[in-house]
């Protein structure tokens, strides 16, 4: 509930004590003044004119000067001081936390993150907590020193309501999410506003979907391992569609901070079912496609038709090929990465060995075990995988 004054209270005038006492507790819960005994002070009903305090006035003062323009040290019934006391003494409301597509700019934050209320402009911090639990500070309190590595500093982005993040802050949102530990988790975040170290106010807690563990490295590096190398995360799967016409999840190119994270429509994947490719995103991941150059939406000729027009493959001999001139091709062509299609399939294939996504997750078997059903076409690329 807002505060209100029957009189003006500060500099060079003489208040009652209940409205002094009230703009005390204000000014005490915004971080610009400690009441007495550091305690909350009480309103007396007594109506004899206090003159005002310098310590207050020099609070009031203190205040103004964070929004610039007149600074008179005093706080007026229904003036613009009071409003912004007001304002800046209730916690900010943070709103419901949703994920951004990717395709519509990374640089544009990842997550939907906005909130309601006032913040002064210079003065104050404001902190995004974010961890397995709500904040365990209140008004009044400092956050202790092991939670501070939680909070992502926002204070330069405060003045974006409805766009707290870029893409500096996401990889800041990120690397808590790395330290916490927090991947494919409904992790608890909170905006603090902070002065001098004290927490002014708390926010509500909102969730965040957090993602599922990004691949770190360099996908070519493993090919051939039983699970590309990873000994510390949740193995990638085929996450494609049933009937193999596609939809499975996409690595961001280019690696934020040399990890690569999966996303596909509504933004990052949080189900670590949902953490691994389809055949076509999975030959993007290896040859560093990004997503957002729609080469992957459509079946394998779309995909090559990109990379060879970006000079990443050329063509070679051999399209709309049966199985028998499949294997033929690599008994004669035992060395080099080609890429291959067959309809909506894709796969890679290195020195005479498949690399694909399939049903199954990831299988590397010899050109001359693996059944080649259907037509076949290639392209040789430019560099080695």
């Not at 009230?22 to 009480?42: C, S």
């Not at 913040?119 to 639990?133: E, F, K, M, N, Q």
């Not at 670590?272 to 496609?289: E, K, P, W, Y």
Request: net charge negative.
């Amino acid at each position: 509930m807002n505060v209100s004054i029957s009189g003006s209270v500060g500099k060079g005038v003489n208040s009652s004590p209940m409205d002094l006492t009230k703009i005390q507790n204000l000014l005490a819960a915004v971080g610009v003044y400690k009441t007495p005994n550091a305690a909350v002070a009480t309103p007396t009903p007594s109506k004899t004119p206090t003159k005002c305090p310098d310590d207050v006035v020099q609070a009031i003062t203190s205040f103004q000067d964070f929004w610039g323009g007149s600074s008179d040290g005093r706080v007026d019934p229904g003036g613009t001081t009071l409003h912004r006391l007001n304002r800046v003494a209730h916690p900010l409301q943070l709103h419901a936390i949703t994920r951004k597509p990717m395709q519509s700019g990374i640089s544009a934050g990842g997550y939907h993150l906005r909130y309601t209320g006032d913040l002064p402009p210079d003065g104050y911090s404001l902190l995004l907590h974010v961890d397995a639990t709500p904040p365990p500070v209140s008004a009044g309190g400092r956050l202790p020193q092991d939670n501070e590595d939680n909070c992502l500093d926002l204070t330069d982005r405060a003045k974006n309501h409805s766009d707290l993040l870029n893409f500096e802050k996401l990889k800041g949102l990120l690397k808590i999410f790395d330290d916490q530990e927090l991947w494919a988790t409904k992790a608890r975040a909170a905006l603090l506003v902070e002065r001098d170290g004290m927490v002014v106010s708390v926010s509500n807690v909102q969730i965040i979907d957090c993602p599922v563990q990004p691949y770190s490295g360099d996908l070519s590096d493993h090919l051939g391992d039983d699970k590309l190398g990873e000994d510390d995360a949740p193995t990638l799967n085929y996450t494609g569609a049933d009937d193999g016409s596609g939809g499975g999840a996409i690595a961001y190119i280019p690696a934020i901070d040399g990890k690569y994270y999966f996303y596909y429509g509504d933004g990052f994947e949080i189900d670590n079912s949902r953490r691994g490719f389809d055949c076509t995103t999975f030959a993007g991941a290896v040859l560093g496609i990004s997503g957002n150059s729609g080469a992957m939406g459509g079946n394998g000729g779309d995909l090559a038709a990109y990379l060879v027009g970006k000079s990443v493959a050329c063509a070679c001999d051999l399209d709309n090929a049966n199985e028998a001139a499949v294997h033929s091709f690599f008994e004669d062509h035992p060395t080099g990465s080609y890429y291959a299609w067959s309809g909506g399939h894709v796969i890679l294939i290195k020195d005479a060995v498949v690399h694909e996504f399939t049903f199954g997750g990831y299988k590397h078997p010899d050109v001359a075990d693996r059944k080649f059903v259907g037509h076949w076409s290639l392209r040789k690329l430019t560099a080695s995988l």
